[in-house]
Structures are given as structure tokens and as C-alpha cells.
């Protein structure tokens, strides 16, 4: 009964390191994607701000060709004026050129309207662009480390899966599946030792005969609190 402890003891401590090695590569897998999902966060906005760009630079294009017209028209009413010969007429003309000219000017003030927003964009896309640039050199040069940590993590567990596996097969089928259940509803703590005749995993006392059975170690005994593998050192 001894052996079969000492082999369930120690096929516990395997599956404790390889429960740990699991959460250590979960946690560098988080955090390549962590690193991942920033840089895709960055590059959406700097996306983002490109499209609204491009449709500013559509408007912006609209209107400087409307101001255009609108130059044209005012210099064609212009030209008008020295062959006007009424009066009504010339004031009509003026009136004209008048209400072009406010047209324009309106147009001009939404011209520089638009290309403050398009500065203000190209600024804002500047720093996006700069910080992704930096994220990406950021991203790379760590994950060629978590590369290599998730390597070396991953011979780490390969080799003590092997040696678990040669353990496992020393064990009876029916303790080897007992012990798994357990270890996996306690938390990883399957097996664990008794102290001043309690149990070191729920510290509850244990039956004096459980525990005087316990010291002559024949047979294999479990909490009747938690149902953990007990054993006494």
C-alpha cells in the first residue's frame, strides 16, 4: 500500500507542474493575443481615419470645383458691365456679380473648413500610424520571446507527461481513475497527508478508527469530509 502511495504522491507533484506549465503558456497565449488584438484595435481607428479622410478629400474636390464655377460666372458678369447701356440693367448686373461673390465666399469658408478637419485628421492618422509602428516592432520582438517561452514550456511538459505516463502504468485502473476525479474536483489536490488527526486538505478530524487505521497503513483510506487520498508521512 506504501508504494502505491508514493507513486500517486508523486504522480500528484507531475500533475501540479503540468497544471502550472498549462497556465503558464494559457498566460503567454493571452498575452500574444493581447499584444495581437491592440495593435488590430490601433489599426481600425487608423483605418477609421483614413475613410473619413478620403471622403473629406471628395468634398473638399466638389467644392473647389464649385468655386471654380462660381469665379468664372463672377468674371463673365464682370465682363459684362462696359457693354451694359440701361441702368436697370447694370444694377441687375451688380446684383448679380453681388450675390456670386457671397456664394463664393461661402464656399471658400467651407473650403477651409474642411481642410482644417483634414489637417486635424492627417495629425490624429500621423500618431496612429506612429504608435502602430511601434506596436508592431513592440508585438514582433515580444513574440519571438513567448515563441520561445511556449517552446521551452512545451518540452518541459512533453517530458514530464512521458514520465507520468510511466507512473500511471504502475498504478491499478480503477485508483489511477479515482485519484483523477478527485484531483480534478479538488483543484489539483487529490492526495494529501493528515496532521494531528485531521485532514491537511478540508482540516476536518478525522474518526479515531479511520485514523488509527491510517497509522497501520493497510489499506487505503479517503477523508469522509472532502474524499481526498489520505496519507501519513
Do not use: W
Not at 42 to 62: N, P, S
Amino acid at each position: 500500500m506504501q508504494e502505491k502511495l508514493n507513486l500517486l504522491r508523486e504522480l500528484q507533484e507531475i500533475d501540479q507542474e503540468l497544471a502550472q506549465a498549462a497556465a503558464v503558456r494559457q498566460g503567454f497565449e493571452d498575452e500574444s493575443q493581447g499584444l495581437t488584438a491592440e495593435q488590430d484595435r490601433v489599426q481600425v481607428m487608423a483605418d477609421e481615419l483614413l475613410a473619413q479622410l478620403d471622403v473629406l478629400q471628395q468634398d473638399l474636390a466638389q467644392l473647389r470645383q464649385q468655386q471654380g464655377i462660381e469665379t468664372d460666372q463672377i468674371k463673365k458678369a464682370e465682363s459684362r458691365l462696359p457693354a451694359i447701356q440701361t441702368q436697370k440693367e447694370y444694377v441687375a448686373v451688380l446684383k448679380e456679380i453681388d450675390m456670386a461673390k457671397k456664394t463664393c465666399l461661402e464656399t471658400q469658408t467651407q473650403i477651409s473648413e474642411i481642410n482644417k478637419q483634414i489637417d486635424e485628421l492627417e495629425a490624429d492618422l500621423a500618431e496612429k500610424n506612429t504608435s502602430l509602428d511601434i506596436m508592431k516592432k513592440q508585438t514582433a520582438a515580444r513574440g519571438k520571446e513567448i515563441e520561445a517561452l511556449l517552446s521551452e514550456n512545451e518540452q518541459k511538459i512533453s517530458a514530464r507527461r512521458a514520465t507520468r505516463e510511466s507512473l500511471a502504468k504502475d498504478l491499478p485502473k480503477s485508483l489511477l481513475s479515482k485519484y483523477q476525479r478527485i484531483f480534478a474536483r479538488r483543484e489539483g489536490l487529490a492526495l494529501v497527508g493528515v496532521a494531528e488527526g485531521a485532514c491537511c486538505g478540508c482540516h476536518m478530524q478525522l474518526p479515531p478508527q479511520q485514523y488509527n487505521q491510517l497509522h497501520r497503513g493497510t489499506e487505503l483510506q479517503s477523508c469522509p469530509h472532502c474524499n481526498r487520498l489520505l496519507y501519513m508521512d
